[in-house]
T-cell receptor
């Protein structure tokens, strides 16, 4: 059974700094891995999707990497802004299973 | 991409009553899902909504408590039955085409008194 872990649970960073969020998964037979952000009391917004055959994906200031062999993905945020403050969730989709397995999330606070 | 709307956005309900949440997708999708997110927690999958047939429930969730309908490729409903305060949560609908990005609705915030 796939298990997804995100450490740390919370992170505070001064505005302008670059930062990395971590995601670990136990079953490397994934089809893809997705990163989402969630603002308080809101739904999830899809940020990036990395297919199992890819090593990274980029969108603006966001870069997500995937290393299946080590069971890890990272989300890199460049030049952080207060608007980046949110909870970030990663989720793995395994072969033969159409359901995402979510991590516990990292609550990010960017300090102005 | 897909845009998902949910109704109602929030509700306050009395113990013992039922609430039906609607989920509408702006394009045809293969998969539709219902999640629950309790305060400070990550998402827990309730069930996969199957078009024209019974939903597939996850362990710990039963049809009598959470009946689900999906009459077509773009619409689904989740009913929370015989509610108790423990059902207070955010309920989220999501949708995806098979093996593609999963999109989420804005959620329904439910408070049961």
């Amino acid at each position: 059974k796939q298990e997804v872990t995100q450490i740390p649970a919370a992170l505070s960073v001064p505005e302008g700094e670059n930062l990395v969020l971590n995601c670990s998964f136990t079953d490397s037979a994934i089809y893809n891995l997705q990163w989402f952000r969630q603002d308080p009391g809101k739904g999830l917004t899809s940020l990036l999707l990395i297919q199992s055959s890819q090593r990274e994906q980029t969108s603006g200031r966001l870069n997500a990497s995937l290393d299946k062999s080590s069971g890890r993905s990272t989300l890199y945020i460049a030049a952080s802004q207060p608007g980046d403050s949110a909870t970030y969730l990663c989720a793995a989709l395994n072969f033969g299973n159409e359901k995402l397995t979510f991590g516990t999330g990292t609550r990010l606070t960017i300090i102005p | 991409s897909a845009v998902i709307s949910q109704k109602p956005s929030r509700d306050i309900c009395q113990r013992g009553t039922s609430l039906t949440i609607q989920c509408q997708v702006d394009s045809q999708v293969t998969m539709m899902f219902w999640y629950r997110q309790q305060p400070g927690q990550s998402l827990t999958l309730i069930a996969t909504a199957n078009q024209g047939s019974e939903a597939t429930y996850e362990s710990g969730f039963v049809i009598d408590k959470f009946p689900i309908s999906r009459p077509n490729l773009t619409f689904s409903t989740l009913t929370v039955s015989n509610m108790s305060p423990e059902d207070s949560s955010i309920y989220l609908c999501s949708a995806a085409r098979l093996w593609e990005t999963q999109y989420f609705g804005p959620g329904t915030r439910l408070l049961v008194l």
